[in-house]
């Protein structure tokens, strides 16, 4: 049987792909994509789902606009120099002729929880506020989710919005911290592994020189991604950050993980970071008491990983 998913996403370039791949792939049923704010506005976002689902041909699908800014603090627009001022790698998309669902991404996520309790994996690829304003509205419902399997954070590696921090979840500290809270099976596929599964001008050109309207898209809109990466890691290629969670949805026997609770910290300079609860147990003050363990991704096999992903989205 298929996984019901839903897609939380800031639609910049690696969650095009990430929401291609997913398409793509038999053992996911996508029931529909929440935005929100991160690598553009949640406005454009909306509008760059609405697009990558006509071009995937998969309008049946829905989408409903999140969350415009943090829980506690100002959306600050930084995506726009890594994907570009509209996500999509300064392509200019032509405007959506579908339109957006009526009502908000909660109200939908909490729906979609309620009439199919225990089987909807929420898969959010940006900052995590749609899906803690979900858990702060029910706290009830996360006993009804199946798992959040979510790209964002770093155990062991270092960031890369801040040295300690991972931009979704610096994006939104508070609203991260919340979702780790959550009790109900957490998978969080961050920087140890994401960076790991990178994508060298080889691997993209089998990509783009296959023809179809999704890879013809990922032709237009790879370059300005690529561009920044590559300057980023000193290498020419891109890591696969968003994908590799639909990969680890997929088979999580191309990973390894570790089990341990995470707190993020929500103040002073390691704003963001994602901090594992190990040994400490005989803590007078223990933050991380009474959280569940998380699924850390510390280890990938990357290049069955980035197989997989050309296979699907090349298809």
């Known amino acids: 049987m298929s996984q019901k998913i839903i897609i939380d996403t800031d639609p910049g370039i690696d969650d095009t792909m990430a929401i291609f791949f997913a398409l793509n792939s038999p053992e996911i049923d996508v ?41 506690e603090s100002e959306y600050t627009g930084k995506g726009e120099f890594v994907h ?34 225990g089987e909807v994996t929420l898969v959010p690829v940006g900052p995590l506020t749609n899906i803690a304003q979900l858990l702060l509205n029910n706290p009830k419902i996360a006993k009804d989710i199946k798992e959040i399997i979510l790209m964002g954070g770093n155990a062991l590696s270092q960031g890369n919005a801040s040295p ?36 060298d001008k080889e691997h993209i050109d089998k990509i783009v020189n296959f023809d179809s309207p999704q890879t013809k898209h990922l032709k237009k809109i790879f370059p300005f991604y690529v561009d920044f990466l590559s300057k980023f890691f000193d290498k020419e290629g891109m890591a696969t950050h968003d994908s590799s969670a639909i990969a680890y949805l997929i088979d999580r026997n191309l990973f390894k993980t570790i089990q341990y609770p995470i707190v993020v910290e929500t103040l002073g300079i390691s704003r963001g970071k994602t901090w594992m609860g190990t040994g400490m147990d005989q803590l007078d003050h223990n933050p991380w008491e009474d ?14 990983v ?3 992903i050309i296979q699907r989205v090349a298809s």
């Open 291 to 304: 959280r569940r363990n998380v699924n850390i991704c510390i280890e990938v096999d990357e290049e069955k």
């Open 84 to 117: 570009g001022h509209d996500g999509q790698g300064n392509t200019n998309l032509e405007p959506a002729k579908t339109k957006k669902g009526t009502g908000s991404a909660v109200d939908f996520l909490e729906k979609a929880i309620k009439e199919n309790p």
């Open 306 to 308: 980035i197989d997989l």
């Open 31 to 71: 029931l529909g994509l929440t935005t929100v704010y991160g690598n553009t506005p949640t406005e454009r976002g909306t509008i760059n789902a609405l697009r990558i689902l006509e071009i995937a041909s998969r309008t049946d699908i829905p989408v409903y606009a999140g969350a415009i800014k943090p829980l």
């Open 164 to 199: 300690s921090a991972e931009a979704n979840i610096r994006n939104d500290p508070e609203a991260a911290d919340i979702v780790f809270s959550a009790d109900c099976e957490i998978s969080m596929v961050g920087l140890d592994v994401t960076n790991q599964v990178f994508m």
